[in-house]
């Protein structure tokens, strides 16, 4: 397995120190909180991030198997490239509604969106339990974060359902695991179809090959109604890809598109300032979100149903929040 560390600097080192003892003093966390106060008004991110036309990183899907060193460029470049009709419009429209049909019919769904609170008969009921063919949870009943590699494991697939709070992060997201199995145990071929295309060898061995890690699960994601997604942050300061398809047509800022920031990957002095900035809240804050970056400069990656986007997840990426009646369906591929 190939490890990619960061580029150290000596100031990226002493803002990791500063963050380090600011989560243990208070005395320096109030030193480190004037200073940010001092300059509230300037973002952490410079001009150089600027919202760009993601034309300029697309290419036909056929790319990536008759010429993929341009989809390396790409990425290496930008950190992410999307591929154009990598799976029929129709059949991933399809393969959404077959998404959207499951949910529905099984009682995760009402009107196309995850029932909030009360309103959810499932609530009534336990807050977790197993039916015939998977297991499921609301808001981590049963597995919490710590558990993700718990589920990751399971040889039957488990659906996670973020809903009781409105207004909580990511609430109205539904996280399903070893959907392909949801597929073919419940004869939604069309989603099949997707999951073949997601997982075929040659996408596989490229992002192997491109990133030194394994593929080791393709989730589906249904987001109905998420208003308030997970800020800009990144995943680690790794060398890791994700491949997401689009099931549905993401078009408008309405549905909730997935958002980048072309070129981030390759800038690591202002994560570890962000590192220092988490380290002075309150509250405890994940030490890889970046919550200085502000929203108008990302680059939203809108594009019909049957797209793909490769992303290397070590630059600033989220969701961009979804309208009430928003929705949006894609298998992830996640390679770690």
């Not at 397995?1 to 963050?19: E, G, H, I, Q």
């Not at 909580?168 to 073949?196: H, M, P, V, W």
């Not at 909730?256 to 309150?282: A, F, Q």
């Not at 997840?313 to 928003?326: C, D, L, R, T």
Request: glycine share 8%; hydrophobic share 35%.
């Amino acid at each position: 397995m190939k490890l990619k560390a960061v580029s150290f600097r000596p100031d990226n080192v002493m803002y990791d120190c500063l963050a380090v003892a600011a989560q243990k003093s208070s005395a320096v966390r109030s030193v480190v909180k004037r200073h940010w106060a001092q300059a509230k008004n300037q973002s952490l991110i410079d001009r150089t991030f600027e919202p760009m036309d993601p034309a300029e990183f697309a290419l036909p899907s056929g790319n990536l198997a008759t010429q993929p060193q341009q989809v390396r460029k790409l990425l290496k470049e930008y950190g992410i490239c999307i591929l154009t009709d990598f799976v029929d419009h129709q059949v991933a429209l399809a393969a959404g509604s077959e998404v959207t049909g499951f949910l529905t019919n099984q009682g995760f769904l009402k009107e196309g969106k995850v029932p909030l609170g009360k309103e959810s008969d499932r609530l009534e009921k336990p807050d977790s339990g197993d039916e015939d063919g998977y297991g499921w949870q609301y808001d981590y009943a049963r597995y919490d974060n710590t558990g993700y590699r718990e589920v990751q494991a399971m040889d039957k697939p488990f659906i996670n359902i973020r809903s009781q709070k409105v207004g909580i992060e990511d609430a109205g997201k539904i996280d399903i695991f070893r959907g392909q199995k949801i597929a073919t145990d419940f004869g939604l071929d069309n989603l099949s179809t997707c999951y073949e295309a997601v997982r075929q060898k040659s996408v596989v061995t490229f992002i192997e090959k491109l990133s030194g890690y394994r593929e080791v699960q393709a989730n589906l994601y249904y987001d109905g109604g998420v208003t308030t997604p997970r800020g800009p942050h990144i995943d680690n300061n790794l060398e890791q890809y994700k491949i997401f398809l689009y099931l549905t047509d993401v078009l408008d800022v309405e549905n909730g598109p997935y958002c980048y920031v072309p070129g981030s990957h390759k800038r690591r002095d202002w994560m570890s300032k962000e590192r220092l900035l988490n380290s002075t809240s309150d509250d405890y804050v994940l030490p890889t979100e970046v919550s200085s970056f502000p929203f108008d400069r990302y680059t939203k990656m809108f594009a019909p149903a049957g797209t793909a986007i490769i992303s290397q997840q070590s630059g600033i990426h989220g969701a961009w929040p979804q309208a009430e009646n928003g929705r949006r369906v894609l298998i992830l591929g996640n390679y770690n």
